[in-house]
Structures are given as structure tokens and as C-alpha cells.
């Protein structure tokens, strides 16, 4: 979509202010679904992990049937990271044009005492903006290298489908519990910190 382009967007924010959705609105309810995806890509994850320790630990079975579930749960891991990379994007994009137009009425002011605690309030919510960001970002990266063990595995299972190759994988059980507790803690930081940035956004600030 246009949407995320500077032109398209400039035009977009417009005409969503003109129905009465201001760029601060529209961050909040952008964030809010940011945490959203990150919620879910958490519970996802946990999910996928649980099948893949499950799969490790079988002696034997329906190996077909246990490699579709384990295929099935990667598939929709992709899904939320994708997702997650996404909202994130979202996010930036509505917060750059946000901060762009706040910096530009900082010059139409014609008193300078309201126009210094304008630009303290714009400076401290680009603080916490940044840090936001960074954390999202950060957590959001993690899931790319659990996502890469997770592929190598799946692949691996789709053409070896037999109770030693199923044995083999034990080794990255461990592994790839680390990666997962990592990057479920990242993405409960950073759900924590956007629920402190939203507070710092619904509170009215001299603009």
C-alpha cells in the first residue's frame, strides 16, 4: 500500500485528520496492535516449541503426521514474525510524521516560554519513542535466527522421516529453549515499555 511511502503518507495522516484521527491517535492504535502481534508471535513461538520438543521426544508413531503438525506450527510462526515486522513498520512510519510536524509548529509559536516546553515534550516523547522502537526492533529481530533453526529443522524432518533422524535434533533442544526464553523476554520488555509510552501519549501535552 502507498501508504508507507513519504508522499502517500503525508496525504494519508491529512485526510485522517480531517475526520478527526490526529497523528497521535493514530500512533496509539498503532502501537496497541504492534503489542498485539508481538503477544501473539509470543504464544506462537511457545507453541511451535512445545511441538518441536514433542516431536524430539517420540519413539516413533505416525512420523508423517507429527512432521505436518511441526510444518504447520513454523508456518504460522513465519506469519507472526511477518506480522510483527510489520506493525513495527507501521509504527515508525506514523511516529516520523508525527515528530516531522510537531519540530515544524514549533516555529509558529510566538511565545517562547510555551514554545521551550513544547520542545521539552517533543524531546522527551522522541526519548521514549526511541527506546520503544529499540526494543521492539530488538525483539522482533530474535525471532529471525528461531526461525532459521526452526526452517533447518522442518526441512530436515520432510525428507528423513525415520526415528533416528528424529533422534538427531535432541541436540538443538536446548538451543533453541534459550533462543525462545530470550526472545519471549525482549518481547515482554518491550510490550512493558510501549504500554508506559502509550500512557505518555493519552496524557494532552502542549503541542
Partial sequence: ???????????Y???????GYAKRDVLVDRVEKA??????????????????????KTDGGDLQRKYEAMNIEFKRSETRAKEVHERIDAVENVAEALFAEWTQELKQYSSSSLRRESERQLDATRRSYDNVLKLMRR??????????????????????LNARAIAS????????????????????????ESESFIKTLQTPVQK
Wanted: proline share 1%.
Fill in 139 to 160: 525483539a522482533a529481530e530474535r525471532m529471525d535466527p528461531v526461525l532459521a533453526t526452526f526452517r533447518d529443522q522442518v526441512l530436515f524432518l520432510k525428507h528423513n
Fill in 1 to 11: 500500500m502507498c501508504v508507507f511511502t513519504a508522499g502517500c503518507s503525508s496525504t
Fill in 169 to 192: 535434533l535432541d541436540t538443538t533442544n536446548r538451543e533453541l529453549e534459550a533462543d525462545i526464553s530470550r526472545l519471549i523476554a525482549d518481547m515482554e520488555a518491550s510490550i512493558r
Fill in 13 to 19: 495522516y491529512n485526510t485522517l485528520e480531517k475526520f
Fill in 35 to 56: 503489542q498485539e502481534s508481538q503477544t501473539e508471535a509470543k504464544e506462537q513461538f511457545s507453541s511451535a516449541l512445545e511441538h518441536f520438543l514433542a516431536v524430539t
